[in-house]
């Protein structure tokens, strides 16, 4: 297939603002590549793509990036910036459509699922959060009616957020797995990576070490530094290792030294990245029963999982998953997660999806 793949209007690929989209794109474009497609990547102006995805080409797009809907009240009316990044993402998109076979949008916007009847070329919808916003979940169950093949994902709890009238397309998500080390030994060190905002569940993981009596690092973007300090505050000084956003190379050297990797979702997760990093490296997961982690980590064989918002409960999960046999989780993300694997079911979703028209072209 010609492939045309649309980002994320919310930072650049490889700025790290993206959030989860950024890792799913690069593992989805380096594994369709693998597999004989030509792919065509759409992101904003300053977007880098790595060595993987090198024979894509890159498009680029100046313009004012989306308010993330993480941050706006459910009831918030959609926003266009002036000069709107996504704007200038769709206006492009629509103009060379006719190159392509399919559109694949990763965006979480109004905008590009509102297109999906009105553009020649079909247009799918890879869904990368759960229910954020009452006017994205009434446009996503209206598409999901209107073109049911042409939405999918991640996991079943994510899709479950969503009023569908048929069962979702589920494709997991897909990692560049040659770039994680296995790591046999780990320290006496618990770990915990993700944005650090309220709805990642910080303060809980904190909480957790401090009973445990052991040093919790913690990786991921400050995006709410109040907050932050409010964590800092509610353990003992020294409880709480501050290691910043690291690309990738560094994050997972530090990250397979861990002994477990606690996973504290308040929201409904709708995959859970970092969950599948630590497995890559061989670290077992507790993590609250909710969202997408709940289906990732496999209670005694990978990790343990703790009634939400159950810090003791998370407690007795990280000394469960201390138990675990460390290659079993390296062996899980092979099979399940490797970005082969990943695009091979994107492959199947979109042939299924614009099959009829594949055909004739
Ligand atoms: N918000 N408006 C908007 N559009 C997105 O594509 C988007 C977002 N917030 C977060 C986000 N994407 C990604 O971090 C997801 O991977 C969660």
């Known amino acids: 297939m010609r492939l045309l793949v649309v980002s994320t209007p919310v930072g650049a690929l490889g700025s790290g603002r993206g959030g989860g989209v950024e890792i799913t794109a690069l593992a989805l474009v380096a ?46 009316a959609v926003e266009l910036p002036a000069d709107a990044l996504l704007g200038h993402l769709w206006r492009r998109a629509l103009l060379r459509q006719a190159e392509f076979d399919v559109i694949l949008n990763l965006a979480y916007d109004w905008l590009p699922l509102w ?50 009238t048929q069962p979702p397309r589920l494709v ?20 915990w990576a993700g944005r650090i905002a309220p709805e990642k569940g910080l303060e809980d993981a904190a909480a957790a070490a401090a009973r445990l009596g052991l040093p919790l690092a913690v990786w991921g973007l400050q995006e709410d530094p109040a907050y932050a300090r409010r964590v800092e505050a ?29 996973n504290t979702p308040k929201w409904n997760e709708a995959f859970g990245n970092v969950v599948v990093e630590a497995l890559a490296c061989g670290v077992p997961v507790a993590a609250y029963a909710r969202g997408g982690p709940a289906e990732l980590v496999q209670e005694g064989h990978t990790g343990a999982l703790a009634a939400p918002d159950d810090v003791a409960a998370l407690v007795a999960a990280v000394r469960r998953a201390r138990g675990i046999e460390r290659r079993h989780c390296r062996a899980w993300a092979e099979q399940r997660c490797s970005q082969q694997a990943f695009a091979a079911r994107i492959e199947a979703w979109l042939e299924a999806m614009a099959g009829p028209t594949l055909a004739h072209r």
């Open 234 to 262: 509610s353990v003992p000084p020294g409880t709480l290792q501050w290691r910043g956003f690291l690309p990738t190379d560094q994050l997972q050297a530090e990250l397979g030294r861990c002994a477990v990797l606690l």
């Open 172 to 191: 997991g998500n897909g990692f560049d797995l040659s770039r994680y080390s296995f790591q046999a030994e780990p320290a006496e060190l618990l770990g």
């Open 31 to 76: 594994g369709l590549l693998e597999r004989g497609h030509q792919l065509t990547v759409l992101a904003a102006e300053g977007s880098t793509l790595p060595a993987s995805c090198a024979a894509a080409a890159l498009w680029a797009e100046p313009g004012v990036d989306q308010p993330s809907w993480q941050h706006r009240p459910r009831g918030a």
């Open 115 to 164: 297109l999906t009847p009105h553009t020649a070329t079909p247009l799918a919808h890879l869904v990368s959060m759960g229910s954020v916003a009452d006017v994205m979940d009434g446009l996503i169950a209206e598409i999901a009616r209107s073109h049911p093949r042409h939405l999918a994902f991640h996991t079943a709890a994510q899709a479950a957020d969503f009023d569908l």
